[in-house]
């Protein structure tokens, strides 16, 4: 039996497919099916705007990924970036750009993990597009959310004598995407260059993959919501910003943004034992893979030591993940890893296009 | 001299390109560079919101469309989708899939379009996102706009005895666009399915390349963004909807949304001279074509007989773009052709991924 494709159905039968899956609250005034959206917005609120895309090939691969991993991921990292502002998700647009021989399933699946994590953070899917792809799968989300003029965090804020903190544990993501790419024999981003898009387009991985620890951090990132909100709102944080790009790139920017400096001190990154053992396994350091792995989506923040009261009412109300301080913001600018074996210089982040 | 790539560059290169060419109005609290971007919002307006793609392949291809055409036609696209519910354009997120191998000068062209017609409009390009693609290139921009609370036009509405009303002319876009492609001896959406992206990725179409008359519209079109606003604030239309999938379809949808019939007049669509007599040439009927073509992105509404005022005060003050009658709503929920020759249904309009 030939798997049925999107283009089977045609572009309405797939609008009726993903709105069928939304519900609309009252403040939505004009959702999906007009020419755009309109939505009510809360009285004495700011609103926070973002838009990121996940790539097949680039950010995802179909051997490894199952398809609500791709809606969910794509959702997430969009959540990850108004949590990083201190702001209240509220609701989203969905782009999509479709190759004509994707299977319908892989489309419901998506829609699936993205829906799914929109309901969890009460996040209405308000509009969007669907376009057809030549290449690549493209799922491009922006996400829209609210927040209180003097709520806002930025990356700018940081100042000499705060201390810096991350929320979770860190590295996970790295380790996860390598453990699948080991199990399942696929690359991403391949040094080569230029990343394949899969041939395959078919609902992958198989029902036995069964992913587990890191290999679910990396599928299934849970975007600091409540967290970044908290942050705001208790006005616990100078600055925050999200770890999509790694821990040493996040540092790096608010210490640029800030005109600080920022010591890391290697000991007290929180690092799975999991993460620990995979990597002296493969006889590498876990802090710089630590510092260096992306897609981990938990915040980097820095916060007054004169105002721990704030920042300990965050850790009562912020749910389970930890809150750890990893180092403090120095008035010199320099940006520095403090291991035992002395100082030394952070290491440079991932950066795309190089 | 080999062309210089955007992998050259470097993400944050490309990323200081842009923000370089962006000016921020003050109710712009964070603009680019930070997790997301804050706004303020006008006290007593609703947020729209919307979001469209252009894809390498299937929207635009490099042998016919200038870059900074397709800067324009990413934006325009959705300025015209503001513009069809009345609404006021403020802020643009753009959301960049870019190939290793895209020309920076290609790059520069297609920012420069984006820019140039957001300044026109008053759009603050507020926020954005770079990926790699291993394919196709894709503009997505988002487009944030506001209108006051029952100002919003939309396509339910109509009512039995309403006019029918297009603004500019329309098929146009459609000539345009076969002209380019038999100038240029190159197809868009090749009926053999698969569209093919462009192996060129350079700087095209050469400089001798002047685009005329109704390739420029195709190339160009501009938004009715004044018309939008002033049929809102006016509340002279009823229901309202862009053309970017053309006449029949933009009909077709707003008797939908209304549960009305419409009665369209053949004899009098504008059609421009130039649009009658290239399909006259090719022995094809330009009213069948006027109303199959799509990315005109004019507006199509419905106005009371009653309130010819409302409508007359539009047209005052709503800038060059003609407005003309082309047909009524009917209470029986039939869609017909009025012609010379009888009554004849209303062709089937444009559906992607069929």
Redesign the interface.
């Known amino acids: 039996v030939q798997n049925r494709t999107?283009?089977d159905?045609?572009?309405?039968a797939?609008i009726d497919r993903i709105t069928a899956r939304l519900a609309m609250p009252s403040w939505v005034?004009?959702g999906p099916?007009?020419?755009?959206?309109?939505?009510?917005?809360e009285r004495g609120t700011?609103?926070?705007?973002?838009?990121?895309?996940q790539?097949?090939?680039?950010?995802f691969d179909h051997r490894f990924v199952p398809p609500d991993a791709i809606g969910h991921r794509a959702l997430a990292v969009n959540l990850?970036?108004?949590a990083?502002?201190g702001?209240t998700p509220r609701?989203a647009?969905?782009?999509l750009?479709l190759p004509?021989a994707l299977d319908v399933a892989v489309f419901d699946g998506m829609l699936d993990g993205l829906v799914t994590l929109a309901a969890k953070h009460g996040v209405s899917v308000?509009?969007?597009?669907?376009?057809?792809?030549?290449?690549?799968l493209?799922v491009?989300v922006?996400?829209?959310?609210s927040?209180r003029?003097r709520r806002?965090l930025?990356?700018a804020g940081a100042r000499p004598g705060d201390g810096v903190y991350v929320t979770g544990t860190v590295g996970d993501a790295l380790v996860g995407l390598r453990s699948l790419q080991a199990r399942c024999g696929a690359g991403l981003n391949d040094p080569s260059?230029?990343?394949?898009?899969s041939d395959g387009l078919r609902v992958a991985p198989s029902e036995e993959f069964v992913p587990h620890g890191s290999e679910q951090r990396y599928l299934y990132p849970q975007p600091r919501v409540r967290m970044g909100m908290l942050l705001g709102r208790n006005r616990a944080a100078t600055a925050?910003?999200?770890l999509s790009d790694g821990l040493a790139d996040a540092v790096r920017q608010v210490a640029a943004?800030s005109h600080v400096g920022i010591a890391i001190d290697a000991d007290a990154l929180p690092i799975a034992d999991e993460v620990r053992r995979w990597h002296r396994e493969q006889n590498a350091d876990p802090t710089a893979m630590a510092l260096h792995g992306g897609d981990d989506y938990e915040l980097l923040f820095t916060a007054r030591p004169s105002q721990s009261g704030r920042l300990r009412n965050v850790k009562t109300h912020g749910g389970s993940a930890a809150i750890t301080k990893i180092g403090e913001v120095t008035r010199d600018r320099r940006l520095i890893v403090r291991t035992p074996a002395g100082d030394a210089p952070l290491p440079e982040g991932f950066?795309?296009?190089?």
Chains 1, 2 share one sequence.
């Open positions: 999107i283009s159905l045609g572009e309405r797939l005034v004009v099916g007009d020419d755009a959206a309109v939505m009510e917005t700011l609103q926070v705007l973002t838009t990121d895309a790539v097949e090939g680039v950010h990850s970036d108004l990083a502002m702001a609701a647009l969905l782009s750009v004509d308000v509009g969007g597009n669907i376009s057809r792809s030549p290449g690549p493209v491009d922006t996400a829209i959310g927040v003029p806002v930025r990356r260059g230029a990343a394949q898009p925050c910003m999200d943004a950066e795309h296009f190089r």
